[in-house]
């Protein structure tokens, strides 16, 4: 797989997922939106569809990693060139912050109306200092309960499974995969994470679905926007990341 397929099919791929993705979390949570407060379902399945829309996208041009832990995960298995990781990764960021982009540009007029509402400006000013700003939501995770070790936990399970399910297609087919069934598969189990493992954090379960956005977040123009809690950031950076690890170790141990 040459560097130009692996940068065209990354970036692509993960700014399409972050598009569809944090479009939902936009939907679901902007002042004006046909979707305002539809809820954690619609979350959930949002990001398996943004999950199997950029999947497919990608899948024959670079593999369809679109996360740094799968990336790490399948150079463990041996999937994947140790010296592609750094290409895969790079590229992975660079789309899911044109992805998040993207999202600004498709609600501006909603972003606008959110966070100029007197009730949400009020709302904000009567935070604690360190809250998240009124629509870091949208672009981001963050914990319902600050716990660091509960936190990076979730984080660091919920990858492992999302990891391990992906590394483990095709096991039942002599190892060839399940071509675009994968990405059916791997959408459904996102979605199942969400539904299960994602209440305490939001389940980034991917670095760059969270540092990406976050970036934008904090590059964006947008009035009374408020901070965007790096102190967190870390935690959906490191867990995936480590998950990622962890379920490649798995997958040596008990299937290769």
Same mark, same amino acid.
Not at 83 to 95: A, H, M, R
Not at 143 to 160: D, F, H, K
């Given at each position: ?7 065209? !099919? ?31 379902? %619609? ?17 024959? %041009? ?5 996360? /740094? ?19 895969? +990764? ?7 912050? $044109? ?32 809250? /998240? !700003? /009124? ?27 999302? %990891? ?16 675009? +069934? !994968? ?18 954090? !939001?389940?980034?379960?991917? /670095? ?33 990341? $480590? ?14």
């Amino acid at each position: 797989m040459s560097s130009s397929h692996i940068f065209i !099919g990354e970036t692509i791929g993960t700014a399409v997922l972050i598009l569809l993705g944090v479009g939902v979390c936009a939907a679901v949570t902007l002042k004006g939106s046909k979707a305002k407060d539809a809820g954690w379902l %619609v979350v959930s399945f949002g990001w398996g569809f943004a999950v199997l829309t950029g999947a497919y996208l990608a899948s024959g %041009v670079s593999g369809a990693h679109l996360n /740094p832990a799968v990336t790490i995960g399948l150079a463990i298995k041996g999937g994947t060139e140790w010296p592609d990781v750094p290409l895969y +990764l790079g590229s992975q960021l660079l789309g899911a912050m $044109i992805g998040a982009a993207l999202v600004w540009v498709a609600y501006y007029g909603h972003f606008q109306a959110h966070l100029k509402d007197e009730a949400v400006i009020a709302e904000a000013a009567a935070a604690p200092k360190d809250a /998240p !700003g /009124p629509v870091l939501g949208v672009f981001s995770t963050t914990a319902q309960i600050r716990n660091t070790v509960q936190n990076l936990g979730t984080e660091i399970i919920a990858t492992t499974v999302l %990891v391990l399910a992906i590394l483990t297609q095709g096991l039942n087919d002599e190892g060839n995969g399940l071509g675009a +069934l !994968g990405a059916l598969i791997t959408a459904l189990v996102v979605v199942g994470i969400g539904l299960s493992l994602g209440g305490p954090t !939001g389940y980034a379960i991917n /670095p760059v679905r969270d540092l990406g956005p976050r970036l934008v977040h904090a590059a964006l123009p947008l009035p009374n926007k408020g901070g965007s809690a790096w102190e967190y950031a870390w935690i959906p950076v490191a867990g995936p990341l $480590i998950g990622g690890a962890l379920a490649g170790g798995i997958y040596q141990l008990a299937f290769a």
